[in-house]
């Protein structure tokens, strides 16, 4: 079972930029493709991009494209998302989470993870 856990959530004024982290560790943990999800308050969980264990990445969330970068250490296997020029509707709790099955493509279905981490809070003032 994949473990999983995420960091760097904050407090950031529009424009600026944060850069979220997230440890995973587990048998196989190399062969598992990451995902990076976000809730904003009432809205349902939406997947923002993910890399397989491949490292070919997807970006899911249209509004992401050209601000937010996923990418994988592939020494210790840890999750990041660069966000640049922050929106106040990326306001959201941001989660990683590990995909169910090894050597898979990704995927946009929060269904389709396995395992998660607890989540980080973004904020994005305006």
């Known amino acids: 079972q994949i473990q999983v856990a995420e960091s760097g959530g904050e407090l950031v004024q529009a424009g600026g930029s944060l850069r979220l982290s997230c440890t995973a560790s587990?048998?196989?943990?190399?062969?598992?493709?990451m995902g990076w999800f976000r809730q904003a308050p009432g809205k349902g969980r939406e997947a923002v991009s993910c890399i397989t264990w491949s490292g070919v990445k997807s970006t899911y969330a249209a509004s992401t494209e050209g601000r937010f970068t996923i990418s994988r250490n592939n020494m210790d296997y840890s999750l990041h998302l660069q966000m640049n020029n922050l929106k106040p509707e990326d306001t959201a709790i941001y989660y990683c989470?590990?995909?169910?099955?090894?050597?898979?493509?990704?995927?946009?279905?929060?269904?389709?993870?396995?395992?998660w981490g607890q989540g980080t809070q973004v904020t994005v003032s305006s």
């Open positions: 587990g048998p196989n943990v190399d062969v598992y493709g």
């Open positions: 989470a590990a995909h169910s099955r090894p050597f898979h493509g990704c995927s946009s279905s929060p269904e389709e993870y396995a395992s």
